[in-house]
T-cell receptor, first 115, second 112 residues
Framework: AAGVIQSPRHLIKEKRETATLKCYPI?????VYWYQQGPGQDPQFLIS???????DKGSIPDRFSAQQFSDYHSELNMSSLELGDSALYFC???FGRGSGANVLTFGAGSRLTVL | DQQVKQNSPSLSVQEGRISILNCDYT??????FLWYKKYPAEGPTFLIS?????DKNEDGRFTVFLNKSAKHLSLHIVPSQPGDSAVYFC???????????FGKGTRLHILP
C-alpha cells in the first residue's frame, strides 16, 4: 500500500540558506500535518492543512511557510536557516481532519542538517 | 510546557515478560490518546488509541489503560517480543479533529 512520501530524505544546508521539503500524502488523504523533531526531543506540531487550507498552526517560526497544493501534496519552505533548525521533519496525512477519527499516517521523515 | 510527559527515557524488559510504558498529561481538555511506535529511519506508526470515555482498550498483545482522574495512561505489551524494541510515543489530542501532541518517547529494549 502507498505510504506518505517525503523528499528529500536528507538535506544539508548552510546557515541563512533556504530549504524546501516536500510531502506526498497517501492517495485520497486530504489532510497533511508537519512535525519537527529535534535531537532528543518530542515531535513538535508545526502546521496542518485540510483541503488545501491551513487548518491549524503550532510552533512554526515566521521564517517557515507551508502550503498544500491542488493535488494535496504539501511543501514546507524554510528560509534564513539557523543551526537550531537541524531536525527531523515528519509529514503525516489523514483522510478528513482528525487524529482520532482518522489516524495519522507518518512519512519516514526528512532530516535537515544546517551547518 | 510539556503537556504530554513520558518520564522514562528508556526501559529494558526480558523477552516474554510484560512491558509497561507510562505517560502522564496535564491538559484536562485532552480526550483522545494514542500510542505510536517508531523504528530507526522510519516515521512513527500508529499502534493503539483510547477515547476518554473508556478506561481500557485492547488489541492483541497491546492494551492501553486510561486513568482520567490521575491524568495517566499506560501501554502494556504482553508477552514482549524482540520486534517490540522501538521508541514508543504517547500522544493526545483535545478533540478528535485536532492535532496530536506527542511526548518525548520511551525507548523500549527487549532483552533475549
Amino acid at each position: 500500500a502507498a505510504g506518505v512520501i517525503q523528499s528529500p530524505r536528507h538535506l544539508i544546508k548552510e546557515k541563512r540558506e533556504t530549504a524546501t521539503l516536500k510531502c506526498y500524502p497517501i492517495p485520497r488523504h486530504d489532510t497533511v500535518y508537519w512535525y519537527q523533531q529535534g535531537p532528543g526531543q518530542d515531535p513538535q506540531f508545526l502546521i496542518s492543512f485540510y483541503e488545501k487550507m491551513q487548518s491549524d498552526k503550532g510552533s512554526i517560526p515566521d521564517r517557515f511557510s507551508a502550503q498544500q497544493f491542488s493535488d494535496y501534496h504539501s511543501e514546507l519552505n524554510m528560509s534564513s536557516l539557523e543551526l537550531g533548525d537541524s531536525a527531523l521533519y515528519f509529514c503525516a496525512s489523514s483522510f478528513g481532519r482528525g487524529s482520532g477519527a482518522n489516524v495519522l499516517t507518518f512519512g519516514a521523515g526528512s532530516r535537515l542538517t544546517v551547518l | 510546557d510539556q503537556q504530554v510527559k513520558q518520564n522514562s527515557p528508556s526501559l529494558s524488559v526480558q523477552e516474554g515478560r510484560i512491558s509497561i510504558l507510562n505517560c502522564d498529561y496535564t491538559n484536562s481538555m485532552f480526550d483522545y490518546f494514542l500510542w505510536y511506535k517508531k523504528y530507526p529511519a522510519e516515521g512513527p506508526t500508529f499502534l493503539i488509541s483510547i477515547s476518554s470515555i473508556k478506561d481500557k482498550n485492547e488489541d492483541g498483545r497491546f492494551t492501553v489503560f486510561l486513568n482520567k482522574s490521575a491524568k495517566h495512561l499506560s501501554l502494556h505489551i504482553v508477552p514482549s517480543q524482540p520486534g517490540d524494541s522501538a521508541v514508543y510515543f504517547c500522544a493526545a489530542s483535545a478533540n478528535r479533529d485536532d492535532k496530536i501532541i506527542f511526548g518525548k518517547g520511551t525507548r523500549l529494549h527487549i532483552l533475549p
